[in-house]
């Protein structure tokens, strides 16, 4: 965190403070939990704009689709994807350009 800060009191239940209670930096940790929160709000907000509208239902069975993937798909070919993922980020690194790898 860098910039102007704030400093907050805030009450938490118990499991949450000796989680934080092990973190090294909890107020860190506390401003990246936000700021998913955030994140994940912005994106339902842009989807309700665009008329999509993100229900339980829906959540629900994406997850089920994404267990379904995972299951069918062995180890070997994620790692496949993550290597070649990962070296055309590089890649885009060094031209100093932002293309998706193709399929």
Do not use: C, F
């Not at 704030?6 to 403070?17: E, T």
């Amino acid at each position: 965190m860098t910039g102007s800060v704030r400093k907050l009191s805030i009450s938490v239940p118990p499991d949450v403070a000796e989680r934080l209670e092990r973190e090294p930096n909890a107020s860190a940790y506390l401003v990246d939990a936000a700021r998913a929160l955030m994140r994940r709000e912005a994106l339902a907000a842009e989807l309700a704009h665009q008329g999509i509208q993100v229900t339980d239902e829906g959540v629900a069975r994406a997850r089920a689709t994404r267990a379904a993937v995972d299951a069918a798909w062995p180890s070997e070919r994620y790692e496949a994807v993550r290597d070649r993922v990962r070296r055309a980020v590089r890649d885009d690194d060094v031209a100093g350009t932002a293309q998706a790898p193709a399929a």
